[in-house]
């Protein structure tokens, strides 16, 4: 059964850091293409960061130049490397993952930043 599993969120103040990541297990592919998401709230799902097969990286703008989406393909994780957090970060995030020519979600890690 192919999981992505999602660790790393957790309290912060703001100005903090944390680094998000998103595993994958039960499968012979490699994590492709991976996006991160995140819902607040009351509030729809939004897209955050996105990384492509072949490295290209592209944000949501409101996070450009505090969050870089990362991969290893050797552990075949994702992360998300969040600087400079802000209030309005706090939220539910989550990974979607494309292996093989499927994709999965994760489960969801909480974010939440105290001003």
């Known amino acids: 059964q192919v999981q992505l599993v999602e660790s790393g969120g957790g309290l912060v103040q703001a100005g903090g850091s944390l680094r998000l990541s998103c595993a994958a297990s039960?499968?012979?592919?490699?994590?492709?293409?991976a996006n991160w998401y995140r819902q607040a709230p009351g509030k729809q799902r939004e897209l955050v960061a996105v990384?492509?097969?072949?490295?290209?990286?592209n944000y949501l703008d409101s996070v450009k130049g505090r969050f870089t989406i990362s991969r290893d393909n050797a552990k075949n994780t994702v992360y998300l490397h969040m600087n400079s957090l802000k209030p309005e970060d706090t939220a539910v995030y989550y990974c979607?993952?494309?292996?093989?020519?499927?994709?999965?979600w994760g489960q969801g890690t909480q974010v939440t930043v105290s001003s």
């Open positions: 979607y993952g494309v292996l093989g020519h499927t994709g999965y």
């Open positions: 039960g499968s012979i592919f490699s994590i492709n293409a």
């Open positions: 990384i492509t097969d072949g490295g290209y990286t």
